[in-house]
């Protein structure tokens, strides 16, 4: 038996799929027999070709015609008579493949980026793209096709990026376990939002287990049982279909209002990467989108998406919410959010690098066009804006001046939008806690997004397995950031919500309606447990439990007295 952190509740099993990780290095070669280079690197093109076809046509199922586009594109450059001169005289003069296609893409590369139209500097990502792919056929160094896995899969790897996550057909993959990652990481999110189990931070997991080993992931309890036998099997295969029972139980909370035991009203909202998702929290009864992720909208493509086509997502997602909140927060890449096109400095500290809104205020061509994107959408419903990693006021009115910028030239157009479009802040760094008063001032709204509060408040990066027992929202300094944040709120008159996975956490709840907490949002998976466990509770009973808290001075002691109560509801 393994231990790791349960991230995504769930018993999964199935067979593993190891998810390797790509080397693309080589030793490059001058001495080498041109005719050999020159059929391997035909070869390689010719694979190349016929995996893009196949991955343009998953794509044009799944995204839509534009995306498949730009992945055929690819396969015009690589045929392209003028770089596959090139590419033939470097290998004729005794290069290796592997040497001729690097440097030559190199050359094309440089060129492209010194264009002055956007489009010309778009293909060198295009051609970086097709280097690396065709590198890594050359080199036997495929990356594992996620999305085709077959059923009962248990994907294990080091680390699931966001981009890897996205590619994922939760219809076969029955569990994943990872070597990083904690509770508030991406992985788990995510995981979580597609109702696979999870068991994240196991040491060494990809060197322990190999593909087509069978294994049962446990993640409610942390557990990875590698080869279990025929009576674990049998009693997993029961624990997983009384969890789908229990999971289907909670549909008596549909069509309820949320509200506590005492009759206090709440809000519920889901937190969405796309309409699809948007749509899963209609199925799901959640009363609005507290957080659109709109960073994944960036991802797993080769170019940003231009205004209009985030204006469509935008205006979708307000038209399936008929008029309840649509949340929309800009684009927060950086950090673990990593989008390759977008081209950010690797940074040695990345959590406290260029990420969230400084990325975008550095952007300000970028960042317009989503603004405007979202703006107009607003046109179509109750759309909001939230403002990523804030760390002071200064930056709420830079946003704020662009906002009202864009929203004088659209008037000047005649363009429809909302003129009270508000405008909220993410309550997520040590710093944005400490100037909440400030902050309210500046804001229509909070919402405190305790995955990276909990970080930054604990110094403790949210993916780091060493550290993920610092890394944790019951601590005493999170706890305390949470109810300050929700007092300066208060005093201020504006609404405050959660977005973060403490939200949805049976624990927490009791504290967050005893602080005042005004809205929840939670995945779509979690919405009616949500309100189950909200209606659980009274103001007193709950008030109760935040003062024995507030007198606990370790996350043990607090840990402790949570879990004591909420056995008593
Ligand atoms: C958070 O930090 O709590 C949050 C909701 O944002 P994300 O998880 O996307 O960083
Ligand atoms: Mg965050």
Known sequence: MLKGIGSSEGYGIGKVLIVKEQSLYFVPRSDCDPERELERYKKAVDEFCNKT???????????????????????????????????????????????????????????????????????????????????????????????????????????????????????????????????????????????????????????????????????????????????????????????????????????????????????????????????????????????????????????????????????????????????????????????????????????????????????????KKQLRAIIRASAFGDVRILLPLVTSVDEVRQVRKMIQKIMDELSQKGVAYNKNLKVGVMMETSAACLVADLLAKEADFFSIGTNDLTQYIMCADRGNADVAYLCSTYNPAVIRSIKYIIECGKNAGIPVGMCGEAASDKYMIPLLISFGLDEFSVNGSSVLYTRKVISQWTKSQADEVAKLVSEADTEQEIVRILKENANKT
């Open 53 to 367: 076809k196949q991955v343009a046509e998953h794509l044009k199922e799944a995204v839509g015609e534009q995306e498949a586009g730009i992945i055929n594109s690819h396969i015009v450059m690589i045929k392209d008579p003028y770089m596959n001169e090139e590419i033939e005289k470097l290998i004729q003069a005794g290069h290796c493949a592997e040497s001729a296609l690097a440097s030559v893409c190199h050359k094309f590369s440089n060129m492209f980026s010194s264009a002055k139209d956007e489009l010309t500097k778009q293909r060198a990502v295009d051609v970086h793209d097709i280097k690396n792919t065709v590198l890594s056929i050359l080199l036997g160094a495929e990356e594992t096709d996620i999305s085709s896995a077959p059923e009962n899969t248990i994907l294990v790897a080091k680390d699931l990026t966001p981009s890897m996550t996205a590619c994922i057909n939760k219809d076969n993959i029955s569990g994943i376990i990872t070597e990083t990652g904690g509770r508030t990481s991406h992985s788990a999110i995510i995981a979580r939002a597609m109702e696979i189990p999870a068991v994240l931070s196991v040491e060494n997991i990809t060197g322990i287990l190999s593909n087509g080993d069978t294994v049962i992931v446990n993640g409610s309890d942390g557990v990875i049982i590698q080869s279990p036998n025929e009576e674990q099997i049998e009693e997993y295969a029961k624990k997983r279909v009384d969890f789908i029972e229990e999971r289907k139980a909670l549909y008596e909370f549909v069509g309820r209002e949320t509200t506590t035991a005492d009759g206090i009203k709440l809000e519920l909202l889901g937190n969405i990467r796309n309409t699809h998702d948007a749509v899963n929290v209609i199925e799901c009864d959640g009363e609005g989108i507290g957080l659109f992720r709109t960073e994944f909208l960036f991802m797993g493509r080769s170019s940003a998406p231009d205004e209009e086509e985030q204006f469509e997502e935008y205006k979708r997602a307000a038209i399936i919410m008929k008029n309840k909140p649509v949340i929309i927060r800009t684009l927060d890449v950086g950090g673990d959010k990593a989008i390759p096109y977008l081209k950010i400095k690797k940074e040695d500290n990345y959590f406290l690098g260029c990420r969230g809104v400084r990325y975008c205020l550095k952007n300000k061509s970028m960042y």
